[in-house]
């Protein structure tokens, strides 16, 4: 039988372009460079370089269990209503929840099942994947 999902990660970073204002569909994608020939987007890129490997490593360790999602925080209308979905759906009303859902947190934030877990930092990936089996264990006990 197929391995149905239980749970939500939301990796909550920038995305490594910029609206430019004029409308939805106006990005700047990251090769974009300022005045100096600096790239713009430099921090953007090596969050999303750091993280992608904990995304794969979330998908390949738990496999269909965990639903991962990638969030920019200026996606409102997407955060903040599927954070309270995942708090209703976890029972997850303690502080972190709180924290996740009136965005209390640095970027990069990871969220699972509703609760932050990470703030302002990019864990290694051992202790991501510790996190998530402990939060995964504390889950099937309830």
Known sequence: MAEQTTSTLIFVRE???????????????????????RPVFVLQRKTLQAIFPLSQAARMHFGRRVEVLHVDPRNQLFLFPRLLMEGI?????????LCALLMIYRLPAVIFNGELLFSGRVPSESEFLTALENRLGRQTVR
Do not use: D, P, V
């Open 89 to 97: 759906r976890h029972r997850a009303f303690g502080l972190r929840f």
């Open 15 to 37: 995305s490594e372009g910029q609206l430019t204002g004029s409308g939805c569909c106006g990005k700047l994608e990251g090769g974009w460079r300022n005045g100096k020939g």
